[in-house]
């Protein structure tokens, strides 16, 4: 039973050895096809955030050489191999600056130079992003030693998303936006960082360092081990209060859209055009703009509907009563609104 359940569980080599460190030292090189191939697809990318196209952003990644030298350099750490780490590492930062070159004169000469929401996203890495990194680095090399593991590898690739980060710090580059260059070279680092701890973690595992070059220095790994881990705990830090930052946020937000419904519900006339939760020097508020006039919902109605003991919230109303097309257009407003929940009854 238990050998059945091993043999289940268990990750054997499906291919010769020399064939993975072959496909190891070749995703390594960063010259002719591989350096033209992160050109093309950082501009692809590019192009797809800007539009907001994802068919461009997902194809991009599938073509991108990135994870190489990650990969690399995790695998060098793994058997102790000196030239494989400096290569991997050089060819690691040649990559990056290539990858920022692309982005950077992209956003420079494009006529579009707001930031859309897919930029903005890939500039705040939480903790479920460093998780996801660690599992593509899993699932990645397993995809490196496995028989056919291109799609694997294709699928890694997507979903710890290396090139977007860089296409947001190429934007925040060229658009000396500072803080938006900084996320999202924090975000590709971690991205490469925790792929290359998952793969050196499988490599390990595996005991792959013992079959190369029977190699199992046990001081090397207790160092390399304690580094990894310190500067796992590092980088790891802002994420997690990235993270933190982002559940407050969507609290902030659920609880001010059960109170804009218990409002609406008790004041039918209410006609809300927008609502602004946020958090400001550790204070949560609650900004909502109104169509009516103060004088037909007074505004301490609504202060003492407030089921939010910890919000401030801030009702703005319009001037006056007077103006026959606002009327007109808190009618039309309203009517529609019929009409909606009519259609809902039906349905």
Known sequence: MLRKIKESFGLPLEENIDVTLNEIKD?????????????????????????????????????????????????????????????????????????????????????????TNILNDYTHPTIFDVMLAFFGGLAGFLGIIKKDGTKVIAGVAVATSCMPPLCSAGYGLANLNWQMFLGGLYFYIINSFFIGVGSQLLIRWMQLPKIIQNNDNEIQKTSSTWLISMLSIILMLPSIWIAYDKWKQQTLNDHAQKYIEKIKSKYPDLIIVEHRASIIENKEKLEIVLLNDSTKIHPKLLIEANALDKMDINWKFVKSFENSELQQLQLRLKNVEEELVKLNNKN
């Open 27 to 115: 995703g390594i090189q960063f010259t002719g096809h591989n350096m033209w191939l992160l050109f093309f697809a950082m501009i692809m990318a590019c192009i797809g955030l800007t539009n907001n196209n994802i068919t461009a952003i997902i194809g991009s990644m599938l073509i991108s050489p990135l994870m190489g030298p990650v990969v690399g350099i995790a695998f060098g750490l793994s058997i102790s191999d000196k030239i494989s780490i400096y290569q991997s590492f050089r060819n690691y930062v040649f990559a990056l600056l290539i990858s920022l070159c692309s982005s950077t004169i992209f956003f420079l000469i494009s006529p579009f130079h707001n930031s």
